[in-house]
């Protein structure tokens, strides 16, 4: 009995080890993407909390979690509630699997990549209920748009993970690492990883594809009606996603060379921030698609190409 008990103390330390530094994490992209667009825009961007607004997002935080809790009068208030912490639960779960390097990950088995894969196909609920429950039309639109955004996109991105797992032979992230020793999976397979990147900006509500939160017809989207701590899971569970995203891009294509050893956490981290870095970069820089160009670009064209190149990447494997 005491044996279990300091095996569970243990194991919800390690939990809270992993999830606490992700939280922060979440806070300071948040500035990092302020900056970014700043220099981008030619202006200074938050300074004035902190030394080069450094408490910018613990202000942000202190403010969210001080305001009033709201919700519309006509709204199902279990589900209203429900919702936003569902996506929080969601997002914070997918972490868990996360091999930051060979011996910091709080849950290792075989079935890692899946595991991520299905965790992030599950956070269509919380979207899609939090649109019913706020009784409201551009709530409930932006969880529609969302909602089918998501599931066109999860198509091209299954496709092109079974790309990368057939070509390694593994589903365990850690063999997936280990495999790009010497070589990383972006040389062989750019084509995947170029489909890859687009199609995890779609599936992250990111720009261009921010079409879910388009202010211009839709006010906010489906959280329009949260407010305070509500609001707050919501932006943590999508900026959780951002750096979900751009993990396993690291994962699956940045893994190992035999300059850098991949179970460097340092080295993992600037990788990681790269890819965080190109997010807020195509903010920037590239600008918002019609909703029917999204979704043409992917069943129209991301899907067929990452179909054509998996049947050619099947090929090859098996004929090697």
Known sequence: MKLLIELIIFDTLRAIGLIVPMLLAVAYLTLFERKILAAVQIRTGPNVVGFFGLLQPLADGAKLLLKELTHPTAADKVVFYIAPIITFFLAVLSIAVIPFSSYE??????????????????????IILSGWASNSRYAMLGSLRSTAQMVSYEVSIGLIIQTCLMFVGSINLTDILE??????????????????????????????????????????????????????????????????????????????????????????????????????????????????????????????????????????????
């Open 105 to 126: 990950v709080l849950v290792d088995f075989e079935f890692g990549i899946m595991f991520v894969f299905a965790i992030s196909s599950l956070g269509i609920y919380g």
């Open 179 to 320: 495999f790009q020793t010497y070589i990383w999976l972006v040389v062989p397979l750019f084509p995947s990883f170029v489909l890859f990147f687009i199609s995890s900006l779609a599936e992250t509500n990111r720009p261009p594809f921010d079409l879910p939160e388009a202010e211009a017809e839709l006010v906010s989207g489906y959280n329009v009606e949260y407010s305070a701590v509500t609001f707050a899971l919501f932006f943590i569970g999508e900026y959780l996603n951002i750096i979900v995203s751009s993990i396993l891009s690291t994962i699956l294509f940045f893994g190992g060379s035999n300059f850098f050893i991949w179970n460097s956490s340092f080295v993992f981290a600037i990788k990681v921030l790269f890819f965080m870095f190109s997010f807020v970069w195509v903010r920037a820089t590239v600008p918002r698609l019609r909703y029917d160009q999204l979704m043409q670009l992917g069943w129209k064209v991301l899907l067929p190409l990452s179909f054509g190149w998996f049947i050619f990447v099947f090929t090859v494997v098996s004929i090697w």
